[in-house]
């Protein structure tokens, strides 16, 4: 073997590594290659191992079908079953060597019902016919159910974290106030903690009920998608009303109140770039200096939709308008949560504004079809759902809450990851998609696979080759 140096990316920063230099050619097709970096050299970036080097060209060759790499023992080999079986302990070895703790949630949805009509809604898609509010017959079977699921996990599994969340619909309205009410007393009783995803509409209406129970509100998280005059345009109400005022009215409400206020900002083409005029409006109500408030930045998506929606952004173009806004890629207030197949890569590069994929399990698209979180969302006929986007779409459902378990999701279409597919491990994204959205694999096919290779390709032009081409320029960032 001949040892040579080549540069990697480690915690940020380019340091020189060792490498062995072999008299064979391995197959290489898998590996992601960016030619236009460093005269003489190629980026080399393994998804599967989430390495990112920069190698002398004389070590990649390419011939009619293969791309070849002659440096051993250092990426991934989907093509062997030697390597294969590296990949898959590789995978196993995080539920056992330094495993995250499990969360297991329980989110009720009172109902379907919403008093805003927004314009990019997802169920708005589904057709749902049922809005009424669960009754309390459906509900104390749920709790009932909820009940003994919580007393299971904490004598077989106490170490995992058991939080209850409220979603929709929308939880926070007037017809569902009761309900509300009787799943908090039923938090503080079991002990656990609860989030509220909201619109926010009518959250200032509910006050004096939602402060009784500040001791087991964990967060309450809405959305504001602009400065007003854009919000007001894809965040009305049923009456074609603008939603602006009374959610920033209560905004400042619950921050006052203490309670921790995450403001959600759902990205997209006729958003983007107004982003810095609603940043100036977070400084001007001074929200940003309060210790329990946040705001993140995420995305308008079309998972379950045939076609992808002309609005959709990708995610470099988003992150690209932040970076302008926050050129030093930092923010003590401001959270990505818009990040996906290039989280890992953003993360690597110092970009990822703190962006949290704690329930993700390497080789999983996303939390929902990681084993690290359990659980389900339930509906008014005690429907259960796996994940936010299936929610409200029999066709998604696990099942009757009387019949599932807070397991249930392993035995259904949502436990997938890379090896669910043969493709996925030989593509030169695999390690950073693994197989993609459940939802939007099943809706679209192959042209899913295709979207994700553009929006990809499309942040290592926007993204990647910049924040690149400035740490190498750097000698701070490039270390021996």
Known sequence: MILQNVLTMYKKKFKSETIEISSKWQR??????????????????????????????????????????NIANRYSDPFSSEGRKTIEEKYKAQFVDKPKRKVCYFSL??????????????????NI????????????????????EILRIRE???????????????????????????????AR?????????????????????????????????????GPENIHNSMRVTQNNKGSFEKITEAIDLYLRLKINVSVATNVCRENINSLKDLFEFYYKKNWINYPNFTAYIGQVASRTSKKIKSNVLYEGEILEKILK?????????LKASFLKITEQIASSLGVSFGQNEYGKAKYHYCWSSSPIYC???????????????????????????????YKSFSSSIFNRNIFSNKDCLTCNIGGFCSGGCVLERLCRG?????????????????????????????????TK
């Not at 986007?389 to 998604?396: C, F, M, P, T």
């Open 28 to 69: 290489a097709d898998h590996l992601y290659y960016i030619n236009d970096i460093i005269k003489n050299n190629t980026v080399v970036i393994d998804s599967l191992f989430n390495i990112l080097d920069i190698v002398n060209n004389s070590h990649i060759k390419t011939n009619n079908k293969n791309t070849m790499i």
């Open 109 to 126: 949805c009172p109902s379907f019902s919403c008093n805003l009509a927004c314009t990019y809604c997802f169920e708005e898609d589904y």
């Open 446 to 478: 192959k042209q899913m696979c295709q979207y994700e290779h553009n929006c990809f390709e499309d942040f290592v032009n926007r993204i990647v080759k910049s924040q690149l081409k400035n740490l190498l320029s750097n000698k701070e960032f490039v």
């Open 156 to 186: 077989k599994e106490p170490e995992t974290d058991i939080k209850l969340e409220l979603f929709g619909g929308e939880p926070i309205q007037r017809s569902n106030i009761s309900i509300v009410e009787i799943y908090l007393n039923f």
């Open 375 to 405: 659980g389900y969302y339930f509906g008014p006929n005690l429907e259960t759902y796996r994940c936010v986007v299936s929610v409200g779409n029999q066709k998604y459902s696990l099942g009757d809450i009387r019949n599932v378990n």
């Open 189 to 225: 009783e079991q002990k656990c903690s609860v989030s509220i995803v909201t619109n926010g509409y009518e959250l200032r209406d509910h006050v004096l009920t939602l402060i009784k129970y500040r001791d087991v509100i964990s967060q309450i998280s809405l959305t504001l998608d």
């Open 129 to 148: 016919k049922h809005k009424k509010v669960i009754n309390r017959e459906n509900l104390k079977i749920a709790l009932e159910k909820i009940k003994i």
């Open 325 to 333: 806004i926050f050129p030093d890629k930092k923010s003590k207030w």
